[in-house]
């Protein structure tokens, strides 16, 4: 995909300050240090177009990102940061929650993964979630830059036991440093947000 306009919606905290054009809308998600941000200005080939924090979990709205005027990405809240109080947790699940069920333009979930983590609970959460919601995941092995290739085949296997159901699903590896993969991630999310059924 050529990306030839990008521009920042806004973040929401209700429903109402969602965009209501009914756009297609590709939701990404992971743990708060997973390389959320960092996945996004690759992806988009824009260094600053989300805010790329040496803290984990600053980003705590949902944020909307319009892509050539087509489709939206848009960045949930990272979960899973042992330093944000219970409260902040609660409020950032109400939020996820909020977006993710009232959404019928939504045609993609990018589940962030760390490639040398193992998926934790929250994880498998999210995926639990999106699996009732019959909303085609795409799993993304961020850091992939950070390991050996040996490394590399040791843990794509190690995560693939934590989701016996997707024997046949892809697992992208991907490196925000090299952009390793970004055209083929791109050739996937763009079947999925031109699918009309």
Same mark, same amino acid.
């Given at each position: ?102 959404r ?24 639990a ?9 795409? $799993? &993304? #092995?961020?850091? %992939?830059?950070?390991?050996? /290739? ?5 843990? +794509?296997?190690?995560? *693939? ?9 892809? $697992? &992208? #590896?991907?490196? %925000?440093?090299?952009?390793? /993969? ?5 050739? +996937?999310?763009e079947? *999925?947000?031109?699918k009309?059924?």
């Amino acid at each position: 995909m050529i990306i030839k306009t990008v521009e920042f919606y806004g973040s929401a905290v209700e429903r109402h300050q969602y965009p209501t054009d009914n756009l297609p809308e590709v939701v990404l998600c992971g743990r708060s240090n997973v390389g959320k941000s960092s996945f996004i200005n690759a992806m988009l080939n824009m260094k600053k177009i989300a805010r790329v924090s040496s803290t984990p979990g600053k980003t705590r709205l949902v944020n909307f990102f319009l892509i050539n005027n087509n489709f939206y990405f848009v960045d949930l809240p990272g979960y899973g940061y042992a330093h944000v109080s219970f409260d902040n947790q609660d409020d950032f699940k109400t939020r996820v929650e909020k977006y993710l069920d009232f959404r019928p333009q939504l045609k993609a979930a990018v589940l962030l993964l760390d490639i040398r983590r193992v998926p934790n609970p929250d994880d498998l959460m999210m995926y639990a979630y999106f699996k009732a919601k019959i909303i085609p995941i795409v $799993f &993304i #092995l961020t850091k %992939a830059d950070k390991i050996t /290739n040996n490394d590399r085949l040791k843990q +794509i296997a190690s995560i *693939r036991q934590v989701f016996p159901a997707e024997k046949t699903e892809q $697992f &992208i #590896l991907f490196s %925000a440093t090299t952009k390793e /993969n970004v055209t083929q991630i791109w050739d +996937i999310l763009e079947k *999925r947000i031109t699918k009309t059924a």
